[in-house]
Nanobody
């Protein structure tokens, strides 16, 4: 199983940007669907973005669509989340996750579909 390590979180003012990175160990990263989730205090973990292992298919919920962009570099075993126009309601711990997939077009939006999780990185957006 891959180990996932997130980085790039921090404190930013509303309207600002951050780029999160998730570095994965292991030789099969290119066959994983990757996802980003977030969890605010007292709330359930929610889906933020996902990308197929081919990189061609991406999916976002309406809450971040047009502001967040997921991408991956299979040569570097890394997935990224570019977050623009941040809002205070984006404040949460952000987690990356990996799921094995047999198809380059698959993507997943539910937590139970992912078998590997990082430790999370805090993102705080001040108003």
């Amino acid at each position: 199983q891959a180990q996932l390590v997130e980085s790039g979180g921090g404190l930013v003012q509303a309207g600002g940007s951050l780029r999160l990175s998730c570095a994965a160990s292991g030789r099969t990263f290119s066959s994983y669907v990757m996802g980003w989730f977030r969890q605010a205090p007292g709330k359930e973990r929610e889906f933020v973005a996902t990308i197929s292992w081919s990189g061609f298919v991406k999916y976002y919920p309406d809450s971040v669509k047009g502001r967040f962009t997921i991408s991956r570099d299979n040569a570097k075993n890394t997935v990224y989340l570019q977050m623009n126009s941040l809002k205070p309601e984006d404040t949460a711990v952000y987690y990356c996750a990996a799921a094995e997939s047999s198809s380059g077009s698959n993507f997943y939006t539910s937590t139970y579909e992912y078998h590997n999780w990082g430790q999370g990185t805090q993102v705080t957006v001040s108003s």
